[in-house]
């Protein structure tokens, strides 16, 4: 297995000293969600810096926004304000945080500090094979938030019929669904719910073929889903729209909450807005796909985080 390396960049050496004793004085007091055109970030006498979805912000920084731009900024109090002309951000008076701030930064000081060659799935990589239909998702003992979840795997040339094989592990029986030559298939309503809790296996056959290893995920609970919702709902309450705005705190709550395949799609939709996306986000881009088995994506965007890059992945 291959496995890689990545650099800490300073910033990311600053994010993590926010879990030691220097934290007081950079703890950020706002983090900013959404960027719309050449927005910057001025701090002091460094040079001004591209802001990007997910930067946290001090006390004293400016934010530059030029005519047409705009900036989503979120305090640590919860409150959340639009800016459409240059600002300077100012300490909030209340010292308690809201649990969606807090949830961010938690997330953003927990990926800034990740070492990919330390992490779980190097044996649940995502790689085609010949002549196998490996199963894409899911996968990797991940979680799934429904009761008729979606199956994809990679296709095998020729092949035009294939057959989902799904069962629970505690020794139930094998239930076969002809699908055809499609590779994404999702459970139909017709069919039996899965269990909540439960852990099921899945695979992937075709006459005269061999069936693809199986791949192993867990039904969330209610109590999980219900928790995923009663944070998800405190998006709204602070006025972001977790689809739109409250993208990236949205992917945040989900990565925590270990419904990885929800923040990949909060991720992708927030790339698809075009968005300016630097570093921050690029970390949490990477540890979902490196939760997800997606080694070569995950790989890549480590180098954009560690690079600076900006831009979509």
Same mark, same amino acid.
């Given at each position: 297995?291959?496995?890689?390396?990545? !650099?800490?960049?300073?910033?990311?050496?600053?994010?993590?000293?926010? /879990?030691?004793?220097?934290?007081?004085?950079?703890?950020? &007091?706002?983090?900013?969600?959404?960027? $719309?055109?050449? =927005?910057?970030?001025? *701090?002091?006498? $460094? #040079?001004?810096?591209?802001?990007?979805?997910?930067? #946290?912000?001090?006390?004293?920084?400016? =934010? =530059?926004? #030029?005519?047409?731009?705009?900036?989503? &900024?979120?305090?640590? +109090?919860?409150?959340?304000?639009?800016? !459409?002309?240059?600002?300077?951000?100012?300490? #909030?008076?209340?010292?308690?945080?809201?649990?969606?701030?807090?949830?961010?930064?938690?997330?953003?000081?927990?990926?800034?500090?990740?070492?990919? *060659?330390?992490?779980?799935?190097?044996?649940?990589?995502?790689?085609?094979?010949?002549?196998?239909?490996?199963?894409? !998702?899911?996968?990797?003992? $991940?979680?799934?938030?429904?009761?008729?979840?979606?199956?994809?795997?990679?296709?095998?040339?020729?092949?035009?019929?294939?057959?989902?094989?799904?069962?629970?592990?505690?020794?139930?029986?094998?239930?076969?669904?002809? =699908?055809?030559?499609?590779? +994404?298939?999702?459970?139909? @309503?017709?069919?039996?719910?899965?269990?909540?809790?439960?852990?099921?296996?899945?695979?992937?056959?075709?006459?005269?073929?061999? /069936?693809?290893?199986?791949?192993?995920?867990?039904?969330?609970?209610?109590?999980?889903?219900?928790?995923?919702?009663? *944070?998800?709902?405190?998006?709204?309450? &602070?006025?972001?729209?977790?689809?739109?705005?409250?993208?990236?705190?949205?992917?945040?709550?989900?990565?925590?909450?270990?419904?990885?395949? @929800?923040?990949?799609?909060?991720?992708?939709?927030?790339?698809?807005?075009?968005?300016?996306?630097?570093?921050?986000?690029?970390?949490?881009?990477?540890?979902?796909?490196?939760?997800?088995?997606?080694?070569?994506?995950?790989?890549?965007?480590?180098?954009?985080?560690?690079?600076? &890059?900006?831009?979509?992945?």
């Amino acid at each position: 297995m291959r496995a890689f390396r990545r !650099s800490f960049p300073m910033a990311a050496l600053l994010l993590a000293a926010l /879990a030691g004793p220097a934290r007081a004085a950079v703890d950020p &007091v706002a983090v900013l969600v959404r960027v $719309l055109g050449r =927005v910057q970030v001025q *701090r002091g006498t $460094l #040079p001004a810096a591209a802001a990007a979805v997910g930067m #946290p912000l001090q006390a004293g920084d400016q =934010v =530059v926004v #030029p005519a047409g731009g705009q900036a989503v &900024v979120l305090y640590r +109090t919860g409150r959340t304000e639009m800016l !459409s002309r240059s600002s300077r951000i100012a300490a #909030p008076a209340a010292a308690r945080r809201n649990g969606v701030f807090r949830q961010t930064v938690k997330t953003l000081t927990e990926v800034a500090v990740t070492d990919a *060659r330390t992490q779980p799935n190097r044996q649940g990589m995502i790689r085609p094979i010949a002549g196998a239909a490996v199963p894409v !998702s899911p996968r990797n003992g $991940l979680r799934v938030r429904s009761a008729h979840p979606t199956f994809t795997w990679f296709a095998v040339p020729g092949v035009t019929d294939y057959v989902i094989q799904l069962r629970p592990v505690d020794g139930g029986a094998v239930v076969r669904f002809p =699908v055809g030559a499609d590779t +994404t298939w999702r459970l139909p @309503d017709s069919a039996a719910a899965l269990v909540s809790g439960a852990v099921y296996e899945w695979s992937v056959a075709w006459p005269d073929g061999r /069936a693809a290893v199986p791949q192993r995920f867990r039904v969330a609970t209610p109590a999980e889903e219900a928790a995923v919702a009663a *944070r998800i709902g405190q998006l709204w309450d &602070v006025g972001l729209n977790p689809r739109g705005d409250g993208l990236f705190p949205a992917a945040a709550i989900y990565r925590d909450a270990g419904f990885v395949y @929800d923040a990949r799609r909060a991720l992708d939709e927030l790339a698809a807005t075009g968005a300016p996306l630097g570093r921050d986000y690029h970390l949490l881009r990477a540890t979902v796909y490196d939760a997800l088995g997606m080694v070569d994506a995950a790989q890549a965007e480590f180098a954009l985080a560690d690079g600076g &890059v900006s831009g979509g992945g």
